[in-house]
């Protein structure tokens, strides 16, 4: 069974507290255990926008759902013209304060799962993350599932594709932009290479479900977490918010640093309104250097 992709929320009542210090949020995270959760937010210092926050995309359009992509092949010859386009951008993304500062974090951490799928995390130095919703750095086939490297399949499209020179600065957190039909028109999509089925990035679209072991995993580290930490994530989507309520049930300190309200924060013990890279570099170098944890001027 597939779910009807959540795309926009709306608060049902008035906007909860916000706070724009980290004085409380200090000593939650130096007592250690604490489970970071991670969205968009995070990697927009990187260069790649968000879905929802602002200027976020969902502003210009829409992603692509499992639905479409499994359904049309006029919809993954769609996605995979815009996908071929945006995975140069997400390539050579690079990561920013914000991760290298959950990295430098790991001693107090007992895990990180993330909603993106880009990667930074692990190329920040963070091991042993959980990609919720996968990872654009590799391919599967949906019909022999075969799994193969996204820079392979780039080199494939780009011999298939020669004269396609089609760029654009809109992308969404998925790799996927926005082409105007006539650019995607004529654009050749290959197969597997082992069966010759249908490829997709590893990664899961809006409408997906997340593979069921996967979530049990995360749910495994919630109910060993001392705190959870939420980085840059508006929590719209059910596939994140799952451990926030699982968190704030078991009584665990739920803390989230995001610019904007959340979909979680009638869960939150701490709301917090801040740039991620800045607050989290202080965070660390608080946290990590004055022993008790406390920030200069409390």
């Not at 692990?122 to 091991?127: E, F, I, K, T, V």
């Not at 193969?148 to 809109?170: H, M, V, Y």
């Not at 607050?279 to 920030?295: K, P, R």
């Amino acid at each position: 069974m597939r779910t009807k992709p959540t795309l926009t929320w709306s608060s049902s009542g008035p906007s909860l507290p916000r706070t724009s210090t980290l004085a409380d949020v200090v000593p939650i995270v130096d007592e250690g255990g604490v489970l970071v959760l991670s969205g968009a937010g995070l990697s927009t210092e990187s260069g790649i926008p968000d879905y929802r926050g602002e200027g976020g995309t969902l502003r210009k359009h829409t992603p692509m759902t499992y639905e479409e992509f499994t359904t049309s092949p006029a919809g993954r010859r769609r996605y995979w013209a815009r996908s071929h386009v945006g995975w140069r951008t997400i390539a050579r993304a690079h990561p920013n304060a914000g991760h290298h500062a959950v990295t430098r974090l790991s001693p107090k951490l007992s895990g990180v799962i993330t909603q993106n799928v880009d990667g930074l995390h692990q190329a920040a130095g963070s091991r042993d993350v959980v990609e919720l919703h996968g990872g654009l750095d590799r391919v599967i086939c949906l019909d022999c599932r075969a799994l193969s490297p996204r820079i392979d399949l780039d080199r494939r499209l780009r011999e298939a594709n020669p004269d396609f020179a089609a760029t654009t600065d809109e992308i969404n957190p998925d790799g996927d932009v926005f082409l105007p039909e006539e650019a995607v028109r004529g654009f050749e999509v290959v197969g597997c290479l082992d069966c010759g089925g249908v490829l997709k990035p590893d990664v899961v679209f809006f409408g997906e479900n997340v593979p069921r072991p996967r979530v049990e995993q995360c749910y495994s580290l919630v109910d060993n977490a001392r705190s959870l930490l939420v980085l840059g994530s508006s929590l719209t989507v059910m596939s994140g918010l799952r451990f926030v309520r699982r968190a704030f049930e078991a009584g665990l300190p739920v803390v989230i640093i995001n610019r904007g309200e959340t979909r979680g924060d009638a869960f939150a013990t701490l709301r917090v309104d801040l740039p991620l890279g800045k607050s989290l570099t202080e965070l660390a170098d608080v946290v990590l250097q004055s022993g008790n944890g406390d920030l200069p001027g409390r």
